[in-house]
């Protein structure tokens, strides 16, 4: 009689196998003892549907001994279908051994492989199985075995049986395909490493790592110039300049083997810090516009071998933006412009244009490189900018109240030489920008 303790243990040593070997190791599967002979249920669902397997077992009295391979089987254990549940008989009795406890191990063997093998490949020729890691000097690599060809984590072991194997390695693009012999031995592990000479590949990737660097953003850079529409009324002619102190991009071009778009996310730190000049009645004024702290975000599609690009993209920021006038001497009464008066515990104080809000943009972009690494575009697109609009206030009157020689709050004063909107940015306006930059 086979205790539940045999059955029990062959799950169990053949889950710990399968957490170490995936390629090729069957993760499911229950043996039971009935009447004389095991009736072993195999799960082959989390193999390829559109493969075909042969299917192996082994099994051994205990740790002190070797695996032997089952030969007295019955059932779909031969050229059976990936994705596919199958009941094989094991009849002890046929080779000679006795209905005891067993360890057993299985591997489902992929037949699409089988012209790896350099001698022909026989069922009842294989007697063991081995193991061998794949591992290469570039990413993005996979490997031929036969007629089947896959990509393997270098954390992978390869069950194969036993013999001389030629495996073919595809690395990504720019470079030749590499084939190698290794041998497997009996229950053994070996490795085999492909290296290709770095050094004598072609410029992709040369010219990937570029375009990868200009995209994951850097310190300083870049510098725009733009030109804005749909304007105040009172305000014409107006342009901007803007630096970068921090920005930084995440995408997928780094480990690109071939030329294609990429999602990308990012953040920046006073990422836009933005001198504007414009025309007030033919006076020309300036103001600052500074995103604090934004993130960036859209889709990016290289062209003509990474020499250039075409980026759609958004971003959201938090923003303070000056007013044109924060005073105004108008008759020789000199104006305050003042977005909020408070009086707390005997102290008054009063607030300019200078306070936090958001801003959003949304462009298109069109980028050239320039030399090694450095890019211009040209983009266009919309702002919108949400800004804490004030009031005029005459100005002696406001220091007054904050010196409480005034009780109440001054009233708010409309003239005509008084800007009525006094922001260069409000709501939704229209740009052109044109960027310099080695870094996007």
């Given at each position: ?48 549907a559109d493969s075909r397997y042969d299917i192996f077992l ?306 298109a972009q069109l980028g050239i490189k320039l030399g090694k ?68």
């Amino acid at each position: 009689m086979v205790s539940a303790l045999a059955r029990i243990l062959a799950c169990l040593v053949l889950f710990m196998m399968a957490s170490v070997c995936l390629a090729q190791q069957i993760s499911s599967y229950n043996a039971v003892a009935v009447n004389g002979r095991y009736e072993i249920t195999v799960d082959l669902s989390s193999f390829d549907a559109d493969s075909r397997y042969d299917i192996f077992l082994f099994a051994r009295r205990d740790r002190s001994s070797n695996w032997e391979k089952l030969r007295a089987l019955g059932g779909a254990y031969i050229n059976t279908a990936g994705g596919s549940r199958v009941l094989i008989l094991w009849e002890p009795i046929l080779e000679l051994k006795e209905m005891r406890d067993y360890e057993f191990n299985a591997f489902a063997f992929n037949r699409s492989m089988a012209n790896g093998l350099l001698e022909p490949y026989l069922y009842d020729a294989v007697d063991s199985f081995g193991f061998v890691s794949l591992s290469s000097n570039t990413p993005n690599t996979s490997y031929t075995i036969g007629d089947h060809t896959e990509a393997y984590s270098e954390r992978t072991r390869l069950a194969l049986p036993t013999g001389i194997w030629r495996i073919t390695g595809l690395p990504r693009a720019d470079f030749n395909s590499l084939q190698q012999e290794v041998t497997v031995n009996a229950w053994q592990s070996s490795r085999l490493v492909f290296n290709w000479q770095i050094e004598q590949s072609s410029s992709f990737q040369r010219r990937r790592d570029s375009f990868a660097n200009y995209v994951s953003g850097g310190l300083i850079f870049p510098f725009n110039a733009r030109i804005y529409a749909n304007l105040p009324p009172e305000i014409s002619d107006l342009k901007s300049f803007s630096a970068c102190a921090l920005k930084a991009t995440f995408s997928h071009f780094g480990s690109q083997s071939s030329q294609r778009p990429s999602l990308y996310l990012g953040v920046g730190v006073a990422d836009n810090v933005s001198l504007m000049q414009g025309v007030y009645k033919d006076q020309k004024v300036n103001a600052y516009n500074l995103d604090l702290l934004s993130m960036h975000t859209g889709l990016m599609i290289p062209v003509f071998r990474y020499g250039a690009f075409l980026n759609l993209g958004g971003r959201a920021s938090l923003n303070i933006q000056r007013a044109i006038f924060e005073e105004r001497l108008v008759n020789n009464v000199r104006y305050s412009y003042i977005t909020g008066f408070y009086d707390d515990e005997g102290s008054r104080t009063t607030t300019g244009s200078d306070k936090l809000n958001f801003a959003g943009e949304a462009s298109a972009q069109l980028g050239i490189k320039l030399g090694k690494s450095w890019y211009v575009s040209v983009s266009a697109g919309a702002r919108y900018s949400k800004v804490t609009y004030g009031q005029w206030y005459n100005k002696d009157q406001v220091l007054d109240w904050e010196n409480y020689n005034l009780s109440n709050t001054p009233a708010a004063v409309t003239n005509s030489n008084l800007p009525i909107e006094n922001y260069f940015l409000a709501g939704i306006n229209y740009f052109v920008n044109v960027n310099l930059s080695p870094f996007f």
